[in-house]
C-alpha cells in the first residue's frame, strides 16, 4: 500500500508539531511507500521510503501559490500513493476532495477539534473514513469514524531514572493562549501560595504573536510568584526535548476544556508524571481526585495540594498506573497499525 499523508509540517524541532515526524516513521513501517505534502518543512529524518514535499511556508510564499503547488503534487504525485490521510486540517480535504474522487483514491481525515461548520461537515461528506480520539470530537458524530489510540511515542515519552524530579514540582507545557487557560493555572498557585505550601512551578512555551498580550497579562499576574522564585517562564522547546522536562517534575497540570484530547497528557502519563486535568474526556483514565472543574481555581488549588501531600509510595503507585495505561491503550505503535488497517 502507498500512502499519502497531508500535514502542517515536518520538522523534528517544532515545539508543537515536532511530534509528527515521528508518526511518519511509525507509519513508514507498515506500507510500501509514503508521500507527504506539507505546508512547510524544516529538519527532519526519515525512512528511506518516506519523500517530504513542501508546500512552501518556510519559503514565505504566497496563499495562491501553497493552492497551486498543492494541486500541482498531488496530481503529479498520483501515480504513487492509494489513499490520502489528511491530519488536522480540513482544508486540504475541500481542495483535493472533488480531484481525489476522479482519481479513485480514498480520503481519510484525522481531525479531533469539538468545533466544527459547515465546511467541516463538507469535508466529512467527502471523506471515506474519519479519525479521532475524543468522542467530543465533531467529527465524532458520524458514522464513518473510528476512534483511534492518541499515538503517544512510548518509547521517547517514559520514565527516566537519572533525572531526578524536583521536590513539589509543578510543570505546564504547551502554547500561551487563552485556549489553554494559564490564567486559571496562575490563580489556583497564587492560591496554593497563601495557603503555605513550598512549590515550583515551570510554564514551557511562547505565545503566537496574537496572544502576546495575554502572555503579557499572564506574566503580571504571577509577579507575586516570579518575585518569590516560585515559577519560571522558559519559552518554547523542540517537542522531542520534552521528556526531559516531564521527568524534572512531579505533578504536570493541563487547562485545556473538555473535547479534545491534548496529546500532552499522554505524554506526561507517559512519562510518569502525577496528572492533573479538567478535561471531561479524560474521566476513567485519570483518577477523580486529579480531575478538576473547568476554569475553576479553587478546585485546582485544592487539587495541587492534594497531589503534592501524597507519600511517595502513593505517588509511584499513582504514575506507574497511568504509564501502563498510555502503554496499552494509546501507544503510537498501537496507533499506526490501526490507521494503516483502516486506511488500506
Known sequence: MRLLIITQKVDQNDDVLGFFHRWIAEFAKHVE?????????????????VRVFSLGKERGVSRLSY????????FRERKNYDTAFVHMNQEYVLLGGLLW????????????????????????????????TSKYSFTARSKKTVLMPAGADTELFQRNDRI???????????????????????????????????????VVGKALPKDEAYEAMIKDRAKP??????????????????PEVYNAHELFVNLTDSGSFDKTILEAMACECITLVSNKSFTGMIPNQFIFTEKDPPDLARKIIKALSLSDEEKTKTTQASRKFVYEHHSLASLAEQIIKEVK
Open 67 to 74: 493552492i497551486i503547488n498543492f494541486y500541482r503534487l498531488v
Open 101 to 132: 474522487k476522479l482519481l479513485g483514491k480514498k480520503i481519510t481525515m484525522w481531525r479531533n477539534h469539538p468545533a466544527g461548520s459547515l465546511l467541516t461537515r463538507v469535508a466529512m461528506f467527502f471523506s471515506d473514513k474519519l479519525f479521532c
Open 33 to 49: 511507500q509514503v508521500t507527504v505534502i506539507a505546508l512547510g518543512a524544516g529538519e527532519y529524518h526519515l525512512p528511506n521510503n
Open 164 to 202: 531526578s524530579r524536583a521536590p513539589q514540582s509543578i510543570l505546564f507545557l504547551g502554547r500561551i493562549s487563552p485556549i489553554k487557560n494559564i490564567d486559571v493555572l496562575i490563580d489556583a498557585l497564587l492560591e496554593v501560595d497563601q495557603e503555605g505550601y513550598d512549590f515550583t512551578a515551570t
Open 225 to 242: 510568584l516570579l518575585d518569590k522564585g516560585k515559577i519560571k517562564f522558559v519559552g518554547s522547546i523542540a517537542n522531542r526535548k520534552t
